[in-house]
């Protein structure tokens, strides 16, 4: 049986997604859980590997079980075993040749910048808190040179391969909801590091040490030298993966 799954998990004390030799990560707490529930261990995929400290309303995973357990009985299951800051809110079953990354059209992601005098105590780790007013109009006039189908070499990790820097940015828009600013990204996929690397880019112009039209210009320039300032992990979160 091939079993969909959506989380929501705070990735403050996260490593990641991504299972590695050190560090507490997300699929690591999953994996866990699903070996106790079922005393077997699963290969998971999933739709995006979030950065450390980056956190998720609405990340995807798939894997497969023998069936012995429905979805929903699986979902109370690993509930009841994942930590207090891991949850899984729906499961369901899916065909065959459904995969959480490779199945996935667009992808959603979230920025929140709090751009007031006071420090958060609630919204701490879970936004940027910027100093000064942010000038929310010229933000998301930079935003628009984003849309469309880009090399993102300037605004991507040295790490990813030259031939997958190319993607297509369906949507970016800058708003001010009560006291945060957010930005919002919807792409068919994100390279590492690139809605942190934007994000820090919006910020300069936010803040006014940049002109709207610098963003575009260091996308156009395919040049990580020219990259901006990246914004911390904690004000980025997965909102959705669209399929």
């Known amino acids: 049986m091939n079993i969909k799954v959506v989380l929501e998990y705070d990735g403050s004390d996260f490593a990641g997604w991504q299972q590695q030799a050190r ?12 070996r106790e529930v079922t005393g077997k261990d699963h290969v998971v995929y999933a739709a995006g590997r979030t950065d450390a400290g980056a956190h998720a309303e609405g990340q995807v995973a798939s894997f497969q079980t023998d069936g012995r357990i429905t979805p929903h009985r699986l979902m109370a299951a690993l509930n009841a075993r994942l930590p207090e800051d891991v949850a899984v809110l729906t499961a369901e079953e899916v ?9 996935a059209r667009w992808r959603r992601y979230r920025y929140r910048y709090l751009d007031r005098t006071a420090r958060p105590a609630l919204q701490r780790g879970r936004c940027w808190h910027v100093r000064g007013p942010l000038d929310v109009a010229a933000m998301a006039k930079a935003a628009r040179a984003l849309v469309g ?3 993102w070499t300037s605004y991507c990790s040295a790490s990813e391969p030259a031939r997958d820097r190319v993607r ?14 957010e930005l919002e990204l919807v792409a068919e996929g994100f390279l590492r590091g690139l809605v942190r690397s934007i994000a ?3 910020a300069e112009v936010g803040r006014g040490e940049r002109p709207p039209e610098w963003v575009g210009q260091v996308l156009r320039a395919r040049d990580r030298r020219k990259a901006p300032r990246t914004a911390p992990a904690g004000g980025l979160t997965l909102m959705e993966v669209i399929y």
């Open 168 to 181: 297509t940015m369906r949507s970016a828009a800058v708003a001010r909801r009560g006291e945060f600013v």
């Open 149 to 151: 189908r880009h090399d």
């Open 95 to 103: 065909p065959d040749d459904f995969h959480a990354r490779y199945s």
């Open 23 to 34: 560090g507490r990560t997300v699929e690591d707490e999953l994996k866990r859980a699903l």
């Open 200 to 202: 820090g880019a919006l």
